[in-house]
């Protein structure tokens, strides 16, 4: 079990510029959920994927962003015109279970700076 | 709608003192409660959960936490605290159906005095 894996984990762009990021999940994980982390504050929620449909999309989720997952394994989020509000830190989680043994288990994250 | 409050942005303690750190929740029906650990540079990492059973819930590290209906509260304890326990932490709360989204405070930052 290799845990969930994101990549890049550190993206450096200019307002303006797409991003994308990638989340692998934990294998076999047939749920995924991408959350936003802005500095000081917890992880606010964004979307989630049961396999490969997206089954909700938080208000946070504006029409710049798009995400993902095409085959029900790995995971795109794509921000396009970057603003300097986007920046923050993207986490990406992952499970198995429901219920009352759903734990999500959680990458490193993706730390976008927009200049 | 679930929200999470956790009081004290920052905590102090001293090594081998007592940890307490504070979370209260509001859920329009019976949540699920957790808190996680994160480290500098890293994802969160589970500490413990509560999902109706038992009210106090031990977890790992040394840590537990005890949900109190009465005062909607589910504030994290340790008896000792070690250096390696500085950390930021997180209470969060969800519904035990749907979508299964978790919603978190906005975390509050150990710090360990030697």
């Known amino acids: 079990d290799t845990g969930v894996s994101q990549d890049p984990r550190h993206k450096i762009t200019k307002r303006g510029q797409n991003v994308t990021f990638r989340c692998d999940p934990i294998?076999?994980?047939?749920?995924l959920y991408w959350y936003r982390q802005t500095l000081g504050q917890g992880p606010e929620f964004l979307t989630y994927?049961?396999?490969?449909?997206?089954?909700?999309k938080s208000r946070l989720l504006s029409d710049r962003f798009s995400a993902e997952r095409p085959k029900g394994s790995f995971s795109t989020l794509e921000i396009q015109r970057t603003e300097q509000g986007d920046s923050a830190m993207y986490l990406c989680?992952?499970?198995?279970?429901?219920?009352?043994?759903?734990?999500?288990?959680f990458g490193p994250g993706t730390r976008l700076t927009v200049l | 709608a679930q929200s999470v409050t956790q009081l004290g942005s920052h905590v102090s303690v001293s090594e081998g003192a007592l940890v307490l750190l504070r979370c209260n929740y509001s859920?329009?029906?019976?949540?699920?409660l957790f808190w996680y650990v994160q480290y500098p540079n890293q994802g969160l990492q589970l500490l413990l959960k509560?999902?109706?059973?038992?009210?106090l819930v031990k977890g790992i590290n040394g840590f537990e936490a005890e949900f109190k209906k009465s005062e909607t509260s589910f504030h994290l304890t340790k008896p000792s605290a070690h250096m390696s326990d500085a950390a930021e932490y997180f209470c969060?709360?969800?519904?035990?159906?749907?979508?299964?989204?978790?919603?978190f405070g906005t975390g509050t930052r150990l710090t360990i005095i030697p």
């Open positions: 989680a992952s499970s198995s279970r429901q219920g009352e043994d759903n734990e999500q288990f």
């Open positions: 294998s076999e994980h047939n749920r």
């Open positions: 994927f049961q396999n490969e449909a997206q089954l909700e």
């Open positions: 859920s329009s029906v019976p949540p699920y």
């Open positions: 509560y999902t109706s059973a038992a009210t």
């Open positions: 969060a709360v969800r519904k035990p159906f749907g979508n299964e989204k978790l919603t």
